[in-house]
């Protein structure tokens, strides 16, 4: 017979282990934030009309280029820290995971914004995909039955706890929807991560050895 065993040891880490990796896929994304803002202020700001439009079928494709567009550089400057740090934390199971990690975050925000936005509206910005991860962090631990990313998600909650207001909606100009999606989009994958590594983990098992005289 065989018995379930906790999930692999690659879905418990808490730094990824080709960190160098991992801080340049970061940093590249980032900078192609930075890029892409430089390119619509020469175009005077007029990519931001590209983002998610409510309940309308020429804003669906806003799914897609909303989380790499920003309303200004403040808008910008202000998800730079989040993004970096929530972003390389969470290639902690390799980046391959983190690019459907992400991936699953970015539809289901930009969904969620489509669905329940304000209409009229041009929703832009990395803040869902950082809500994402930030939430993707703070349960996996829980998931995992890992003690170490119960810890990270203990600092990250004091530092960052505040943003959670985020969450609520009531703040002017602010895209409280694709917070929620993307915090849940997060949670979610945390979910299928974890049940995929017990599964591996279940095929992987050695039987063990009959008692004697079975």
Not at 15 to 29: C, D, T
Not at 49 to 72: F, K, N, Q, Y
Not at 94 to 116: D, K, N
Request: aromatic letters at 10%.
């Amino acid at each position: 017979m065989s018995t379930p065993t906790a999930p692999t040891e690659p879905a418990k880490r808490i730094i990824p282990v080709k960190y160098k990796s991992a801080g340049i896929v970061v940093l590249a994304f980032t900078a192609l934030l930075y890029l892409v803002e430089l390119v619509d202020g020469v175009l005077h700001h007029s990519l931001d009309d590209d983002g998610v439009i409510p309940r309308t079928l020429s804003g669906l494709d806003g799914i897609v280029w909303a989380p790499v567009l920003h309303g200004s550089w403040a808008h910008l400057f202000g998800n730079t820290i989040p993004v970096v740090v929530f972003g390389f934390l969470a290639m902690a199971s390799g980046i391959a995971r983190w690019v459907g990690v992400t991936a699953l975050i970015w539809v289901v925000s930009g969904l969620g914004v489509w669905l329940t936005g304000d209409s009229g509206t041009s929703t832009i910005g990395a803040s869902g995909l950082a809500f994402g991860w930030l939430a993707y962090l703070l349960v996996r631990g829980i998931f995992n039955r890992s003690f170490g990313q119960l810890a990270v998600a203990a600092v990250l909650l004091l530092i960052w706890g505040g943003t959670l207001w985020g969450l609520l909606p009531g703040n002017t100009g602010i895209s409280w929807q694709a917070h929620v999606f993307g915090a849940l989009g997060g949670i979610l994958a945390a979910w299928f991560t974890a049940r995929a590594d017990r599964a591996r983990s279940r095929k992987n098992a050695v039987p063990a050895d009959p008692a004697p005289g079975v």
